[in-house]
């Protein structure tokens, strides 16, 4: 129920009228019209009356107030409805259509056109280019179907003579992805006749008037719609569009839709061929028949690309099958060669129009749709289809026009009288039956099998023989006499609004149509000789060979007769409602105020007329009674249990039914709704949109909510995941780390009988994760080596071999050649090799020096050249014992020339050079610097080394002191009596022994060069 209209505005829905009267719809419907209020509700359908003026409310701010918005909650208005059927599309994903209905010129055509531009306004947010070009050729195939399909009548300046169904698809997201038009009978007679004050279609005119110069010539015509017969007498008039205008948008439309320029050339050559065509006279000599004036026919020839003496012989003659195979050609009399002449331009033009639509169809279908990948496709039909009409002299198209609105009415009580009455039974509502008037009786007065008219029409046709239409008359007049709706003047003799043998009468729905039965079998019959079809099937233009399909036949081969025109739209109409039937469908009821096309006026008694044959009064009265909205529980349920603490998420009652009840209590509305046995009635839209408007806000709740347990899903996941990958790797590792043990524990398994210990087995390289312990390992497996190897060796070499080790230790790699590879002798001066004549001399004082000082072990003795403090060098012999160090007097049988005792000693000082000085530091910084001398064991190897490494040894193992070395690359500092000194070492060419020099800060070493 719309509110927000001020009440000088009148009901804005007329279920809220206080009394269902029609006196009460009438002042509503009144009022609202002069208040420029053209639209009104009956619940959900919407009533508009045709302002026949401009109205300012179809702008932008317009289509943005109510985008979105449900129907109550803005006046009125045809957005309103357009917007109702996308939401009901969007939400629900079903199909949905727009049903328009009323008389002619009542605005159903200005109404389809607000509702496609209202979709395309509100779709496709991201401009997407296909979508967009999609709506471009949506919009644009209205102009060119109302150009070809539209014409001037007296009852509207732009009336539809053609019936258009329009699909609209649309994808997921809702945004049109294509469309498709479906057409109804064209009213194609009007090519050749129209009546008084009325024209042919638009396209005519607009090419005469709109052509250019070139243009025409070329296609053979004059811009002057009164030199052509068919449009002669429509030329007059005026109409409120400009032809010249209206041209030009039409080629710029087809344009934009995507039809070639061959394609647009051939559209206008086929309608100047028309034009031409209606201009060919016949005359007669008695015999034979004539054509009058031969250049129209050849302008036609090279119109339609044929040839011109086909063109004349198809216009004169007609094949004629003989029977046995044999085909005579019979010549036309002149009455026949113009009925075909006309029948041809008819069919031409009928042609034309079609294959325009499944151009426009081609080029809007949905291409490469594929459901799993782009969701449901949905669709909203638009229905814009001629309204009931009556015209003075009312023939077989007003017929079948009259007929398809008798069946749309049907439609409508079907799905909004007796559907819903129905419903309320079903459920157990309680619930008043409204009457209301069921047309069902008139179709079936139309369209019955055997008794209805276009049975009796099919049956005249079919009739061999001089069937005329008088006599079809008669058989409706015997067997539909008894009809409540039909009549004729025979059958009610005193009625003199018809003539005997031309009219009958039916009561519509909408009113009496005397219908003058003149031209019904042949419009029905809809004859077309076959030659013509050849003609065209062979024309060289492919566009025009496209159109006649059914000119591949030959006489001989066209037996069976087709369908009749009247059955043909029988059929088209039926699967037309069908299709409607299936969709969820929202009204739109046209009113025509007036019949001089004014804005002011209000015709009363037409308006009441319409209102009345439309069902609107019992509309109002079911709608009242009824309830704005229904669902099955269980889906009422589903889609507002998150607005109710019961119910969410799940409801602990014994059916759904209940859980409903606890929803709509806890909302307040219980005194709105009604409890049906399956579903849910609500009365007003209001409470709906309460319920909507919560779950609205509850929505993005939900979403967070459903996104953290999702979120927790993914994780929880992930996490698993992780824990498997970990579980893995340390399977993994385990078994890494275990190999490599068995690789070890085989590579090193026999490492004790071997010869080397295992020294040449190759480690494996070890995983990462046992690098620490592999380097353990290998170095307790070199300590193991190294334990067997000194255990084999003889307790008199361990002196040796531990001096050694302490050497090398100590050196550290500083000094290249320190003596290692040769046995260390130690005592050299008591050695016979090496001193061969003082060994033993220097044997007995060892041995008195021994008893004397008690001291146990001689570490080191050998020759040296030794310095003093004042400089002085000379040859001495050192020996160094556990306890104290000798300088000995060689040449004076080795006497003592000073004893130092060996704790004295605090480190010594080497170089990493080849030269053999060695300094001793003592605590008391009087140092003693000396060069050994090699004797004859080892005359060219190292001696320092030996010393170095008994001393070393010495201390740390027996006195347990460090006793450091220094290796120094340059100069050895050393102290003599406390004062600081600089030793280096030189090579000199000549020198043949070591000797000291003194120097600027010391003592400079002299060694021979090689
Ligand atoms: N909403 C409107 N605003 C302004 N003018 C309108 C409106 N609706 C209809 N008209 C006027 O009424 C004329 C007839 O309307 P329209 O062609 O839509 O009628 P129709 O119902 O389609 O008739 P037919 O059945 O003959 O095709 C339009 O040409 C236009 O001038
Ligand atoms: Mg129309």
């Not at 509702?115 to 979508?131: C, D, G, H, K, L």
């Not at 070199?782 to 531990?802: F, G, T, Y």
């Not at 002085?872 to 160094?880: A, E, I, Q, Y």
């Amino acid at each position: 129920m719309a509110e927000l209209e001020g009440l000088e505005f009148g009901k804005s829905d007329f279920v809220l009228l206080d009394e269902v009267t029609m006196e009460q719809f009438m002042d509503n419907l009144k009022l609202r019209f002069e208040k420029g209020r053209i639209y009104t509700y009956i619940g959900e359908v919407l009533v508009s009356v045709n302002p026949y003026r401009q109205m300012d409310i179809y702008g932008k701010e317009n289509i943005d107030a109510y985008r979105g918005r449900e129907l109550y909650e803005n006046p009125p208005h045809l957005y309103a409805v357009s917007d109702a059927a996308y939401k009901a599309m969007k939400r629900r994903a079903k199909d949905t259509c727009i049903v328009i209905s009323g008389e002619s010129g009542a605005g159903k055509t200005e109404a389809s056109k607000y509702i496609m531009q209202y979709i395309a306004a509100i779709t496709n947010p991201s401009q997407r280019a296909e979508v967009e070009s999609v709506k471009n050729v949506l919009l644009k195939s209205n102009c060119v179907l109302e150009a070809f399909g539209n014409a001037k009548t007296n009852r509207n300046d732009n009336s539809s003579r053609f019936g258009k169904y329009m699909d609209i698809n649309f994808n997921f997201n809702g945004d049109p992805t294509g469309g498709h038009i479906n057409n109804y009978l064209l009213e194609k007679s009007r090519v050749i006749h129209q009546q008084d004050g009325e024209r042919n279609f638009h396209s005519f005119y607009q090419l005469l008037r709109g052509g250019s110069n070139e243009m025409l010539e070329s296609l053979h015509l004059q811009n002057d719609p009164t030199a052509y017969v068919y449009t002669r007498e429509g030329a007059a008039t005026t109409t409120s569009n400009n032809d010249r205008t209206s041209h030009k948008a039409v080629m710029n439309a087809l344009e934009v839709i995507g039809f070639s320029k061959e394609e647009i050339d051939s559209v206008y050559q086929i309608l100047a061929s028309i034009l031409l065509l209606g201009n060919l006279q016949f005359e007669s000599d008695g015999e034979s028949v004539q054509i009058v004036g031969l250049d129209a026919v050849n302008h036609v020839s090279e119109l339609t690309d044929t040839d011109p003496e086909s063109v004349s012989k198809t216009l004169l003659h007609r094949t004629v099958a003989t029977g046995g195979g044999e085909v005579i050609d019979k010549g036309h009399t002149a009455e026949e060669a113009c009925f075909g002449r006309d029948a041809f331009a008819k069919a031409l033009y009928e042609r034309l129009f079609g294959w325009i639509v499944s151009r426009i169809n081609s080029v809007i279908e949905v291409k490469d749709y594929n459901p799993v990948l782009h969701g449901k496709n949905t669709v909203i039909g638009v229905l814009d289809i001629y309204g009931f009409e009556i015209f003075d002299n009312n023939s077989f198209e007003q017929f079948c026009i009259n007929y398809c609105n008798e069946k749309l009415q049907q439609l409508f009580i079907e799905i909004i009288l007796r559907q819903e009455q129905g419903e309320y039974q079903r459920e157990g509502i309680t619930w008043q039956h409204i009457d209301y008037f069921n047309n069902q009786i008139i179709v079936d007065l139309v369209e019955q099998p055997h008794k209805g008219i276009i049975s009796i029409l099919d049956e005249a046709c079919l009739t061999v023989g001089k069937v005329t239409d008088t006599v079809c008359l008669d058989s409706m007049d015997t067997k539909l006499a008894q009809h409540p709706h039909y009549t004729s003047r025979k059958l009610s003799p005193t009625d003199k609004s018809m003539d005997f043998q031309k009219h009958f009468r039916i009561r519509h729905y909408a009113g009496d149509v005397t219908y003058s039965v003149e031209g019904f079998l042949d419009k029905n019959k809809d004859m077309l000789f076959q030659d013509f079809k050849r003609l065209m099937y062979n024309s060289a233009n492919p566009v025009l060979k496209e159109m006649w399909p059914d000119g591949h036949l030959s006489i001989t081969e066209v037996t069976k007769r087709p369908l009749t025109a009247a059955t043909l739209f029988k059929n088209s109409i039926v699967a037309l409602v069908d299709k409607l039937g299936c969709k969820e469908p929202y009204y739109v009821r046209c009113i025509k105020p007036n019949e001089v096309k004014s804005p002011m006026l209000f015709d009363d008694a037409r308006c009441q007329h319409q209102v009345a044959y439309l069902g609107l009064i019992e509309n109002v009265m079911v709608r009242r009674a009824g309830f704005a909205y229904r669902q099955p529980y269980a889906r009422f349920l589903q889609r507002y249990k998150m607005t109710c603490e019961y119910t969410w998420p799940h409801h602990l009652m014994a059916s759904d039914r209940e859980a409903v009840e606890t929803i709509v209590t806890q909302h307040g509305f219980q005194d709105d709704v009604a409890y049906g046995h399956t579903k849910l009635f609500v009365r007003t839209p209001r409470s709906l949109y309460t319920l909507e408007q919560e779950r609205a806000a509850l929505i993005p709740i939900l979403v967070l909510f459903l996104q953290k347990v999702w979120r927790g899903a993914l994780a929880r996941m992930r996490c698993r995941r992780m824990r498997a990958i970990y579980a893995i790797m340390g399977c993994y590792k385990r078994y890494k780390v275990k190999a490599h043990f068995w690789e070890v524990e085989s590579r090193f398994a026999n490492v004790r009988t071997m010869a080397d210990y295992g020294k040449s087995v190759e480690w494996p390289t070890p995983p990462a994760a046992l690098s620490q312990f592999h380097n353990i390992t290998v170095m307790l497996h070199r300590r193991w080596w190294a334990r067997q190897i000194v255990k084999n060796i003889p307790p008199s070499d361990m002196l040796e071999v531990r001096a050694k080790v302490a050497a090398l230790t100590a050196l550290s790699g500083e000094r290249k050649d320190w003596g290692l590879s040769r046995a260390w002798e130690r005592d050299y001066l008591s050695n016979v090799r090496d001193c061969p004549q003082t060994s033993s001399g220097f044997i007995r004082v060892s041995k008195e020096l021994r008893n004397k000082d008690e001291y146990s072990q001689v570490l080191f003795s050998g020759f040296c050249r030794k310095v003093n403090r004042f400089n002085k060098s000379t040859d001495r012999g050192l020996l160094v014992t556990d306890k104290y160090i000798y300088k000995l007097e060689p040449k004076k049988q080795n006497k003592v020339l000073k004893r130092l005792p060996l704790d004295a000693f605090t480190g010594m000082s080497v170089t990493s050079g080849v030269d053999q000085m060695v300094a001793l530091h003592t605590s008391a910084q009087d140092d003693v610097l000396l060069s050994l001398q090699r004797g004859e064991l080892c005359p060219n190897q190292d001696r320092v080394g030996e010393l170095v490494g008994t001393l070393v040894d010495h201390f740390t193992r027996i006195r347990k002191v460090q006793f450091p070395v220094k290796v120094c690359r340059s100069a050895v500092q050393i102290h003599m009596r406390g004062k600081p000194k600089n030793i280096t070492v030189e090579t000199k060419a000549g020198q043949t022994n070591a000797d000291f020099k003194k120097s600027r800060d010391g003592f400079v070493l002299l060694i021979p060069a090689n």
